[in-house]
């Protein structure tokens, strides 16, 4: 009885996530400009006729991040600081310059690997006329100062 009482003040979107952290969060993004991303390649020594069109695939970074954040926040564990395990890009077609993006967000699991926590999110990205198409395996784990505080 008592944990129905605690159950019942619980934030409904707290509950959702709960019940079910391997649900999809979806996203529209707004276009990134074009002088942000050719500000983004001078920056990162891209040289723009190879993205004529195109969004380079390190330009996550810029879009990605909050949807990586927002399922992080699902592990069952403490995420304020993390550190990043690797990722990997799996391009189908070019994202389009220029066009809303899609994201579709999962968290896919946590689990404990060499005494270590694992959590793997995975984003997947398209244009939302439906040119290209991209995901992001993503690894992190808590920064170990972090695991002394969960």
Known sequence: MSTGLVWSFVPQPIKVRLRNPHAEI???L???SDDLVSAYLRWSGGREENYAGTLPAHFFSHYG?????KLASLAPCNMLSVVNQGCRFRIAE???RGEALELTG??????E?????????????RGV???GEMTCLLYTSPSPRDLSTS
């Open 26 to 28: 979806k996203e529209t």
């Open 30 to 32: 707004k276009p990134a």
């Open 65 to 69: 991040m909050r949807m990586v954040a």
């Open 94 to 96: 070019d994202l389009p």
């Open 106 to 111: 999962r968290f896919v699991d946590c689990r």
């Open 113 to 125: 690997e060499n005494g270590r926590m694992r959590v793997h999110t995975r984003v997947h990205v």
């Open 129 to 131: 006329n439906g040119r």
